[in-house]
Structure formats: C-alpha cells, structure tokens
C-alpha cells in the first residue's frame, strides 16, 4: 500500500485566491519558494513565509498595498526559475513566456510563440543546462530554447500521432500535451494526454521513450465527448516516481519511472463534483476527486487541487508517511 496520508483539506469558494498560505492552483520553485496563479484573473503571486503575498504580476495591480509587476499576463499556466533568479512565466492565451526580475520589478516577454508559430503554450520548465522546455497543448509540440529564448530543439511537427517504441526526435509525435517536468535523472516528461501516455524526453540519446500507456485509454480514463480527454496533470518526486492526475477516472495514479507499474494512491470512483471534501478525512482512498487539475509536489508533499461546481474547489495535501 502506498505511503499516502490527507495531512488537509483547504477549500476554495469562487472568489479565494488564497486559503492557509496556499493557492488552488500554485507550485513550489526549486529554491522551495511558492507562487500562487489564477488562471483565469490572468495573475501570479509570490508568496511570502507568512502566507501572504509578496509581490504580484498582472496587466495592473491587484491587491491594494503589494507591489505589482506589469505584464499583460493571459491565462498563465505555470512557472520556474532561470539560473540568474528571474521568473519564467508560460501563457495558454497567448503563447508567451515572459521572463520576470523582481529585482527590479520589470517583466519583458522572452518568447513570443505566436511569431514562432505555436498555437498554444502549457507549462515552462527549466533543465539541469538552463534551457527552458515548453510544450503546445493543442500543437503537439514540445520546444527547448536557451536562455536568451533561442530556439534550440522541437519535437513533433504539430499533427497529432504516437508510436510507443523509442522514437528518435526526427519522427516523434504526440497529442494533446498538458503537462512536462523535469526529472531528478534530468529527463523531460511528457503527459502525451490523447495518446493516453507518459513519455520521457531523452536528450543525451535523441530519442523519446514511453514509460506508461500504449495510445489508447486503459492505464488512465478516457471520456471522448470531453473537450479536454485523457489524463491532465503530472507532478515527478526524487524517489523515481511519477504522479499522474487521471481525470476521468477521477483518481490520483503513482507510476514507477523504473518498470512503468502504476498504482492508484487517492480518489473514488463515486465521484460527486458538487460535494466538497470532509476537512477530517484522512485516506485518499476517500478522497472526491470529480475534476483533478494541475498537481504539484515539494518536500514530500503532494498537493492535488479538484474543481468543484459552482467555480468551487478543493485542495488536498497529501504527505508521505513514515512507513511510506
């Protein structure tokens, strides 16, 4: 049995931004630092030790007293650091990054993927190198620029496609991406979503290899009437595991980067999404998970947000227990 607790249960009405120091859809930076996004608001925080925020990024300030960084922020999606301390910040509407430096409180746009020809932009990540991965949800693609935002490397040619062998880089596809991280061994994964498959970036062989799935629903739910199908949301921990948010199935799912064996670690299949979750329970067996979004995992945390009707939510922290 996996080593999961509910350590709490944070819930979100449709006007929180912030509940007990936490965002509904935030991550943990590399240097441990948290930001907190809204999608949907078009902004970012910086959250401070206390819980609150410490600086803002949004086409105009958002919270009286916080200082603000001006940038015309448009659906942002996630962000991380580059190796001089500045911000990335990826953009779905518009597929733009922009860099930030809070040093000086300015943001300037790094890549403008619209002139590039991307349809999209979903996450940005930075490797062990310094160059920055982001992938096109919808375009299938998944780029890899320097610093600079030079592009060095894409992968896919925008149509949708699968093969689940090692594919070199010349003639790999996906379909549908709506997740990359970076892994502890340096890799680049890919939640290749409507191939229903976790894959694996590996630059140093110029090849893409499959760890989980085989381009057709089974190992994660599928509902094809669904705008966005297939498995969404994908976190990575330093014990070579891979956490998967399978959506449709409305469960939380563990694979082993090593063999590709998966195993459930939270969520029921009686899934009800205008019921929040009890704030006692404490087995993520339990858990109501109707709509997982995007996850996250720091210091031995995992942190799985569900929406919820009504532009509800819930955030569940789960920790790793001992005998875990």
């Known amino acids: 049995m996996p080593g999961w607790s509910v350590e709490r249960i944070l819930h979100f009405a449709g006007e929180d931004f912030l509940v007990g120091g936490l965002a509904h859809f935030g991550f943990h930076l590399p240097d441990g630092r948290y930001v907190a996004i809204s999608h949907p608001r078009h902004h970012l925080a910086m959250i401070d030790q206390n819980g609150r925020p410490a600086w803002t990024v949004a086409a105009q300030p958002t919270m009286a007293g916080v200082p603000n960084i001006s940038a015309d922020l448009r659906y942002p999606m996630f962000a991380d650091l580059l190796v001089d301390g500045s911000l990335i910040v990826s953009n779905f509407g518009d597929a733009r990054l922009y860099r930030i430096e809070p040093w000086s409180l300015s943001a300037s746009v790094l890549v403008d993927g619209r002139a590039l020809g991307m349809v999209d932009m979903g996450n940005c990540i930075v490797d062990h190198a310094g160059s920055i991965w982001v992938n096109e949800v919808t375009g299938c693609r998944v780029w890899r620029f320097d610093p600079s935002g030079r592009v060095l490397l894409t992968l896919g040619d925008g149509q949708p496609g699968f093969d689940g062998r090692p594919t070199a880089f010349e003639g790999v596809r996906f379909n549908w991406i709506y997740d990359i991280r970076l892994g502890t061994d340096g890799r680049v994964h890919v939640l290749d979503s409507r191939n229903f498959a976790l894959r ?21 739910g599928s509902d094809p009437t669904a705008k966005f199908d297939g498995p969404i949301s994908l976190a990575l921990d330093e014990r070579g595991n ?34 929040a979750n009890d704030p006692t329970e404490h087995d993520p067996l339990r858990l109501n998970l109707p709509q997982i979004s995007s996850l996250d995992f720091a210091a031995g945390r995992l942190y799985l947000p569900t929406d919820l009707a009504g532009e509800r939510g819930d955030l569940a922290v789960l920790a790793r227990r001992q005998d875990g």
Not at 203 to 215: E, K, S
């Open 242 to 275: 891979a956490y998967v948010g399978d959506r449709r199935n409305h469960v939380l799912k563990q694979v082993s980067l090593a063999d590709g064996s998966v195993t459930t670690i939270a969520g029921r299949a009686d899934f009800d999404d205008e019921t």
């Open 200 to 220: 694996a970036i590996d630059l140093d062989a110029g090849r893409v290899l499959t760890i989980a799935g085989n381009g057709k629903p089974g190992i994660f």
